[in-house]
Every structure is written in C-alpha cells, then in structure tokens.
C-alpha cells in the first residue's frame, strides 16, 4: 500500500487525532477517555512513517520497540505481523500504548515531529496490542521453550515484575511471582484508574503471562510473610520489583483530618477495591470541592477520580508552573478539559478544620520561580504576604513516594542507597549473589516503560547467571 | 485459599476461627495480625493472631461481627474459603521481664489480648488479668487466660458476672495494693477504654501499652490511612504498630479517624437483610 504513495503524499498525512469520549459525559463516568484508532485511521498514520534508516525513535524506547518495522506492517495492513514485532520487544504494549510518556521517549525524537507533528506511535502501539488480544489465535506459532530446571522469585507484580516474569518464562525458567496485594499489577492496578487503563486489560496481560507457565501467589508479602534469605534458599535467583509504595507526608498541621488522603489509598480505594461502583462495599470519602496537592501523574489521576465521584470543583494546587508539571502533556490536557481548575505556583501551608475534625479549607501560599535548583526546575520561592484560603472538604496529598523499607529492613545485607532505594549494577544485579532488582525500588518513582527496560534488562542476566552456575 | 477449619462462637457474634495458611502460621510472632479480604471488591479487615500452629499450618482469629466485613468473615462455614489472608502484619511485641503484670482487656479486646497475656506469663512475670464488658455474655476467654494467670478479675456493666463496674475500677484497686502493684500494664480494647486505662496509670508512671486499631488498607505502609499520632509524631500502626506506648498516644485523634466512615457504614448496615442487621452487636462510642 504504501509502496504506491510518494514522498509528497507521506508529507501531506496530517497526524491522526485520538478520538475519546466527550469531556463533559467523561467527567462523570470511569469509562475509558481514549477510544482507540480504527484500522483506517491505523493504517493511515502508519503510512506517515518516513522508515527512517537511522531509526531515531527506537533509540528512545527503554525496551527497543523496533518502531519503524511494526509500524510497516501496520502501514501494509499487516496486523499480525506488527503484533508479532511489537510482542517480541514489549511485554505489556496494551499498558505501554496508554501510558506511556510518548512525548518525551520515541516521539520526541522522530523526524517528522518539527513540521506536521510525530508519528502518532504510542497511538499505533495501543491499536496493535488491542488488536493482538482480540485475535490471539492469529498469533499462535512458535514452540514452547525447553525447560531449563532453573527456578526464579520474583517479588511485586508491577510492570517491572511482570516484564521481568514474561522473559524468563519465555525462556525456558519456572517463574513464581509474589504479591503483596490480593491483586496483581502494582501500580497498574492500584494507582492508574480505569478511565486511562482499564483493568481488564491488566487482566489479559496478567493472564497471558500465566498461559506462558509463569505462577502467581498474591497476598505473600517478601520480608513480612517470608524473608528474601528464605526466597534465595529456595529459588535459583530472585528479582526484586516491589516499586516505591511509600508515601511522602505534608508534614503540615492539619494532615491528620478526616478527609486529608495519600494518593496512595484515595486511588487505591477507587481502583483496587472498587470505591467507585455502587455494588462494592468500600467507602470512601466524596468531597464536593476537592483539592489535590502535586503536579505528576498521581495527581493527575486523583483529581480526575474526584471529579469522577461528583466534586463539583476539583483543583490541582501546585507549587510551580505549568512547564514544570512532571505529568503526561496529555493527562494535562484531558484534566483541563474536564473541567479540572489549575491553581498554580501555590504551596499548602496548612489544612483547616472543624471542630469534628473533618477537613473544611486549605491555606495556601503564592509562589514563584527563583533559581534551578538540583534537579534543574527553577526552585519555587514564596512571595511573601501572600497566603490566601481555599474552601476543600478533601484533600489529596500526591507529593510523591519513597522506597518501602518493609522488605529491605528484613534483608540487612542488602546494600541500599542513602535514600532507600536498592543499589544495583547496569545488569541490575545487587550486591547479593543471585539477587537483582529493578523499577521503582531502583530508580525512585520513575515510569512503567523504565520499570520494563529494568525488568528485561535483569531477565538477560539472571538468565546469564543461571547458565553460568549450572 | 485459606480454608477455614474451625469456626465457633463464644460470645454473641464473637468467633474463633481457625484457618490454615500455612505460610502465616510459620512467620507469625506475638503481637501480628493478619488483613482478610473476604469477597472480591470488598474491604480489607485487620485482625490480630491469636495464636498460631506452624506445624499444622493453621492459625486462630478472634473475631467480632460489626459491620457487614466482619460478618462476612464470621459467617464462612467450616470447609468453605476465605479469598486472601495476607500477613504477619505490624511489629512483634516486646516482651521483657517485668516481674508484677497487668493485663487489661474489654470486649473482644480480650481476644488480641490473649496471645499477648500468655507470651508474658511464658516470659517469666506474673499475670493478673482483668476482663470487662458489658454483660455477662460479652466476657470472653476467661477460663483459657485462667491457665497462665495469677488471677481473673472480671467486671462488667450491669453486674451481672464478677464486679459491677469498669475495668478501670478493678485496675485502680490492684494498684493500690502495695503487694500487687504491677511494674506494667498492657491494655487492649474499644478506645475509650484503652484512653482511660492509660489516664489511669499516667500519674504513677506505670508502663502501660496499648494496640491500637485505627483503619488499615493495605498493612504495608504504602497507603499512610493507619495513621496515628505517637508523642506527636505521625507513625503508621500498621508497620511502627499496632502496640504503642499509651502515655503517648493521642487518642482523640485516634477516636476521631475512627468515625470516618460512620455514616458510609451505618447505611450498608441498614441495606443489609434484617436477620443480619440482628446480628451486627452495636460498637459503642
Ligand atoms: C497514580 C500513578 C499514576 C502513574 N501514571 C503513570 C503513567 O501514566 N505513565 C507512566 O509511565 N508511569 C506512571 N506512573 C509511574 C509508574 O506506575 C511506576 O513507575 C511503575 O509502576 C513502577 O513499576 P514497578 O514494577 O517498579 O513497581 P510497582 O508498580 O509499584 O509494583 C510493585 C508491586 O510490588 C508489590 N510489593 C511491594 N512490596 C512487596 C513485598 N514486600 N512483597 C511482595 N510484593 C510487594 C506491590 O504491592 C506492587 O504490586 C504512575 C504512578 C502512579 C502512582
Ligand atoms: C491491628 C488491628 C487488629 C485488630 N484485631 C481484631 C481482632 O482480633 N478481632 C476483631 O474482632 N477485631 C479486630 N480489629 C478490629 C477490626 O478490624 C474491625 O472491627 C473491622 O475492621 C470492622 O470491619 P467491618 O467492615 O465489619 O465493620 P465496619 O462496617 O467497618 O464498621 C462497623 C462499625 O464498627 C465501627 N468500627 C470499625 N472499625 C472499628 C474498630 N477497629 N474498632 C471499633 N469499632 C470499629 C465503625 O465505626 C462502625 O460503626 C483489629 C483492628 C486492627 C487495626
Ligand atoms: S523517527 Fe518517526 S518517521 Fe522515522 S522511523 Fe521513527 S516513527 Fe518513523
Ligand atoms: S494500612 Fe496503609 S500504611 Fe498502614
């Protein structure tokens, strides 16, 4: 198909547009926002990929998606061979093709970006992997692995382990996976809602991984229920992927409140025990103005899930500007469009409160931009005589994680890094024999496709470890 | 799965319940509980261990019908299945040689008391027990705490089994005996009772420590809603707890964090059928 175009038919392909529910009825439903492109509308962006000989967008992916070919075949109507390429480099490409930070990874770097806008390729990803889950059977081929007689732990069932899970079984090695949680998927499950990541999906690529012989015991947690001495005493090797499951406090007066939540359980009430359906027990608390404290996707996400429970004003208070905002340009865009208020360069100073000790206001603090500080963002400063007070009846703090030390206070001979964090080499191998570690734990919050590059990066070792001590 | 293999009743919607999960039995140390997530979507219900047999894998929970959860967990027949069992959750009680201890439990309160009395007692100090409640029926354990105790003292509202009163009365009164006076004391159960036990003991500067049961999601220390302040300080029971030092706790917040949910819950009490609603044992407050 593509063969016939020519180089001015390519360059004249606008971008596609993601078609999505409308704002207004999205606001209110936990329905899915983007509703995925049709083959048309795939094929068509596809053929706006100018094959690139260097191939500059691949060298964005963590896990080396081979971007230009998958998208070839896409272009020639190829589904099952695009699926074929883009399964073999990712394992979890229906997540990856909606979370993603595209912009800042692939699309970033491809050529086409400067005049009429990237190739659409996280867009692409998610209409391939849509399409692979719904026609498996095209997809069968290709033996079962010899098996190795090798067995491996793997702690957390988060995209790290998952990925982790996925390549080792496709190699032969007996994988146990062990949860903390009655359910898989880490952040996937627990902390990204349903309107961006529906969690069926979750359930097939977790299902997938099962038909690939990999096992999963949820509701064993590594340092409390058994220890990782006792996980490497039984296993050829273990991999540690438990993320960064720890909540960063305001430390302000107030934050003890009825109605003040982390991030952490106002999502995890929603999204993993189901506060958001009638026909489930959970309760949770369902403020008519909410206020939500940080600027990343968890933010994101919690104000989106207010305003989804019916808060009539949903604010994201944040303490620089919009440009430094570390969330997905387009969860920005969505939230804005759903009626989400930005009050920007603000700072909580205190939350306020009744004499029953609910939530009733937020004081807050303007800001502005000084110098950049360590991480290169210009460091908010505060303008004095300045505060103002918001009217809140909940408040989300999603300031951020930090490393649990659940697991690695149990393991003393785990060298970790001054902050927490789990110390590994490029392999991802620790300072244990046999133990290697990735995602979150290693790196601090980072993003699901860095938590798969570490979990495919430490399956090539663990699998170089194990030939070499067999 | 966890199967359940016992399940008895002791006291009007207090049960035992004995479970195997074999990983838990063989973890679990003095002072851990345990978060049941007993049907899909549902909540997540921390209970403490009362007791634990590695060898048969099981292990055994006290547990009080409240809400529609709890009920749900009490209600699992011999032979059918609990769907998550995770743990051994919170920190392991120290245990020390005190010498004189007292143990004060109320309500089911006895029951995450029990495996606490009996480490003591095996640590080498001398037990005496003092169990409240409201009537007669409500006073669990006292025979099994009987078996390590110097002495069961029992007090109960309305008189109608040992003295009439609370257990603070009957605490006050152990205190004042010069040969009794315990060296420490350890008090579970509803928090206004635990707050006056602790109110109690303040002024003599008797070591007194509590395990407190503020509401938990996850157990882990990622969610940060078991919150609780210490010497004002926020900790989070579930992995700095559950016992704390009680002169040290601030219990006003605890109550008040406590009543988060009241309304939530007072209506899925009131959707549940009748026969059911009977059944729930109204929490006081
Ligand atoms: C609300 C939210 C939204 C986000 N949105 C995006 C996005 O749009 N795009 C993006 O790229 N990234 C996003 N991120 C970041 C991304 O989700 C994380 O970087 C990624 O999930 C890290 O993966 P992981 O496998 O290291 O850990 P996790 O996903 O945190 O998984 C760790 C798993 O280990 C389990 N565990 C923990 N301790 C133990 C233990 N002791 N024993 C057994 N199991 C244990 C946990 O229960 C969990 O299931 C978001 C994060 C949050 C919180
Ligand atoms: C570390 C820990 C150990 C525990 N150990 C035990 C145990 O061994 N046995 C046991 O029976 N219970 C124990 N509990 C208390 C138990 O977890 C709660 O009773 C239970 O969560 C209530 O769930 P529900 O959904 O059935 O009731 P809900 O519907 O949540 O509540 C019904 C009513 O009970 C009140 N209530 C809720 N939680 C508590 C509470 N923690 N204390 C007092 N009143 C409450 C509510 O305000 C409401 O009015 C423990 C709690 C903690 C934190
Ligand atoms: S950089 Fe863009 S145009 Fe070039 S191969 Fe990659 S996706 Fe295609
Ligand atoms: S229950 Fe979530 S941190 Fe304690």
Known sequence: ?470 | MFEVLQNDTLAPNVHRLVIRAPRIAKARKSGQFVIIHPEKGGERIPLTIADADPQAGTITLFVQAVGPSTLKIVGTPVGDSLQDIAGPLGKETEIERWGKVACVGGGVGTAVLYPLAKALADAGNEVTTIIGGRAKPFIILADALAEFSREVLITTEDGSLGKQGFVTNALQELIDDPELCPQAIFAVGPVPMMRAVCELTRPYGIKTIVSLNPIMIDGTGMCGGCRVKIDNETKFACVDGPEFDGHQVDFALLMDRLTMYREQEAKLVGELPPELQKKIIKVKK
């Open chain 1, 1 to 470: 198909m593509k063969k016939n175009l020519s180089h001015k038919e390519i360059m004249a392909i606008k971008r596609v547009k993601m078609p999505e529910q409308d704002a207004q009825d999205r606001s209110r439903n936990f329905k899915e926002v983007n509703l995925g492109l049709n083959k048309e509308q795939a094929i068509r962006e596809a053929q706006r990929c100018l094959q690139c000989k260097s191939q500059p967008c691949v060298d964005g992916c963590p896990v080396r998606v081979r971007i230009p070919e998958f998208i070839e075949a896409v272009a020639e109507g190829d589904l099952p061979e695009a699926a074929r390429i883009l399964l073999a480099d990712n394992t979890l490409p229906a997540v990856c093709g909606r979370v993603c930070p595209q912009e800042d990874q692939c699309e970033v770097l491809c050529v086409r970006g400067a005049k009429s806008g990237p190739v659409a390729i996280g867009y692409l990803e998610r209409f391939v992997a849509d399409w692979a889950m719904e026609h498996p059977e095209e997809l069968t081929g290709g033996k079962p692995p010899q098996p190795s007689g090798k067995s491996v732990a793997v702690v957390g069932s988060g995209p790290a382990g998952l990925t982790m899970a996925g390549e080792l079984a496709g190699m032969g090695h007996s994988v146990t996976i062990f949860e903390a949680l009655h359910d898989t998927g880490g952040v996937l499950r627990y902390g990204i809602p349903e309107f961006r990541l529906p969690k069926r999906i979750v359930d097939l690529e977790v299902t997938r991984l099962q038909n690939l012989g990999v096992s999963i015991e949820c509701n064993v947690i590594v340092g409390k229920t058994v220890t990782l001495e006792e996980l490497s005493e039984e296993f050829d090797a273990v991999f540690i992927g438990n993320g960064a499951g720890l909540p960063v406090m305001l430390d302000l007066d107030g934050e003890n409140l009825k109605g003040v939540y982390s991030a952490n359980e106002y999502l995890t009430r929603v999204n993993l025990m189901g506060a958001w359906r009638n026909d489930v027990p959970t309760p949770i608390i369902h403020g008519r103005q909410v206020a939500v404290i940080g600027g990343g996707n968890t933010a994101m996400d919690a104000v989106r899930t207010a305003r989804r429970l019916g808060a009539e004003r949903a604010i994201i208070l944040y303490r620089r500007s919009e440009a430094e905002m570390p969330a997905r340009i387009e969860e920005i865009k969505h939230a804005k469009e759903e009626g989400i208020e930005f009050i920007l360069l603000a700072a909580p100073l205190e939350i306020l409160g009744d004499e029953q000790g609910w939530v009733t206001g937020l004081r807050c603090q303007k800001m502005e931009l000084g110098e950049p500080d360590a991480s290169g963002r210009r460091r908010p400063v505060p303008i004095p005589g300045t505060t103002f007070e918001l009217e809140v009846d909940v408040v989300v703090n999603a300031i951020g994680t930090r490393a649990n030390p659940l697991l690695t206070a149990t393991a003393p001979n785990l060298k970790l890094s001054p902050k927490g964090n789990i110390e590994t080499d490029n392999t991802g191998a620790t300072n244990l024999p046999g133990v290697f570690a990735g995602g979150d734990i290693v790196r601090g919050g980072a993003t699901v496709i860095l938590a798969m590059g570490d979990g495919k990066n430490a399956a090539a070792a663990i699998d170089a470890y194990l030939k070499k001590n067999d």
